[in-house]
Structures are given as structure tokens and as C-alpha cells.
T-cell receptor, first 112, second 111 residues
Framework: GAGVSQSPRYKVTKRGQDVALRCDPISGHVSLYWYRQALGQGPEFLTYFNYEAQQDKSGLPNDRFSAERPEGSISTLTIQRTEQRDSAMYRC??????????FGQGTRLTVV | QKEVEQNSGPLSVPEGAIASLNCTYSDRVSQSFFWYRQYSGKSPELIMSIYSNGDKEDGRFTAQLNKASQYVSLLIRDSQPSDSATYLCAVKKDSSYKLIFGSGTRLLVRP
């Protein structure tokens, strides 16, 4: 595709359920980032991949959050046992190495 | 201390004026600097990148970088109401490092 694609666009889940958010980066982009963005705030770093290697996961809030990018392309961010405080916009961005990052439309997660 | 700091605003300027948006960063070895624009309810959109000290101009936008002062700014000339948005500063230390964002400055251009 032409841009970064995230799915689903909206996800409503019950507290305690697991959710998986998908990011399909721009073809050929080496780097892939996951962010979480609260209303009125800048994107908060969660984790970052170069190819399939998870270079940095220091922003993941706790061990309920995990991410993978097994073939160096599509990435999945998984949140286990969701809590209401996990409700947010989750954004994915991709970039060529050493270059600008481009964002997808985001996934709005609501935990009820 | 936050890694990337921006004044949250709002910064209000009249149409046609120059809007000046500022950003400071804490890590002296940072190498790459970016400005994103984010309209309400939309995703951040890249508008400028700058990698070396000095000014970089692109149309009505000028990015300025001063690594000694750990300061990067964005000037918008001839501001238009359509420039009203939140402007995010982002910093990357090197190719193997994460891209870190500030909390953004809200710009309001009054007609």
C-alpha cells in the first residue's frame, strides 16, 4: 500500500480481554515504531523495531504489553488482560533507516 | 527532565504573521530533528526534518537548529488559519535509537 496501514481503526473490548493491534508499514521501511497518544498529548514511545529486531521496548508500560515483527514487515502490538487505563489511540509509524517516520491512521482502543 | 520539551500553548497569531514554535531537547548527542503537524483527530504529518546546525527552508516553513543550545525551532511565515494545529517536535539520537516526541504546541491563527 501507499501508506502505513493500521487495523482495526476502532476496537472496543471488555476489561480483561486480550487485544491485538496490527500495523502494516510502508513497503521497504526498515524501522517501525509503536506509540500511544492521549488526547492533548504528544505520541508516547512504546517500542521500536529495526527489521525484525526489537531494538527498544523501554516504553511498554508493563508486561501485559508486547510487540512482535517476525518477518521484518507487519507488526502486532498485543495487550493482555486489558484495563480501562489502556484506552487510548495507538499509533504506528515506519521509516527507512536514518530517515523520516510516517504515521498510520491509528487504532482507537476503548476498554469498557 | 523530559527528553523533548515544548510549550503547550496555545500560541495565537494573526493571519499573515510569523509563528515561531520552539523545542528543547536534553540529550546532547541527538542527531536528527523533525517537526510534525497534527490536526485535531488526525495523525501526525511530517512537515520538516533538519540534521545540521543552521536554517532549512521549505516554502513558508523554516526549521532552525542550534545543537550547542540544544534548541530547534519552526518558523511559519504568512500564517494562515489552515495552519492552526498542534505542532510536534521529535528527536532521534541515531539510527539505532527511538524517535521521541514532545507534547506539542497548539497554534491558533486568527483570521
Amino acid at each position: 500500500g501507499a501508506g502505513v496501514s493500521q487495523s482495526p481503526r476502532y476496537k472496543v473490548t471488555k476489561r480483561g480481554q486480550d487485544v491485538a493491534l496490527r500495523c502494516d508499514p510502508i513497503s521497504g521501511h526498515v524501522s517501525l515504531y509503536w506509540y500511544r497518544q492521549a488526547l492533548g498529548q504528544g505520541p508516547e514511545f512504546l517500542t521500536y523495531f529495526n527489521y525484525e529486531a526489537q531494538q527498544d521496548k523501554s516504553g511498554l508500560p508493563n508486561d501485559r504489553f508486547s510487540a512482535e515483527r517476525p518477518e521484518g514487515s507487519i507488526s502486532t502490538l498485543t495487550i493482555q488482560r486489558t484495563e480501562q487505563r489502556d484506552s487510548a489511540m495507538y499509533r504506528c509509524a515506519s521509516s527507512p533507516l536514518d530517515s523520516e517516520a510516517f504515521f498510520g491512521q491509528g487504532t482507537r482502543l476503548t476498554v469498557v | 527532565q523530559k527528553e523533548v520539551e515544548q510549550n503547550s500553548g496555545p500560541l495565537s497569531v494573526p493571519e499573515g504573521a510569523i509563528a515561531s514554535l520552539n523545542c528543547t531537547y536534553s540529550d546532547r548527542v541527538s542527531q536528527s530533528f523533525f517537526w510534525y503537524r497534527q490536526y485535531s483527530g488526525k495523525s501526525p504529518e511530517l512537515i520538516m526534518s533538519i540534521y545540521s546546525n543552521g536554517d532549512k527552508e521549505d516554502g513558508r516553513f523554516t526549521a532552525q537548529l542550534n545543537k550547542a543550545s540544544q534548541y530547534v525551532s519552526l518558523l511559519i511565515r504568512d500564517s494562515q488559519p489552515s495552519d492552526s494545529a498542534t505542532y510536534l517536535c521529535a528527536v532521534k539520537k541515531d539510527s539505532s535509537y527511538k524517535l521521541i516526541f514532545g507534547s506539542g504546541t497548539r497554534l491558533l491563527v486568527r483570521p
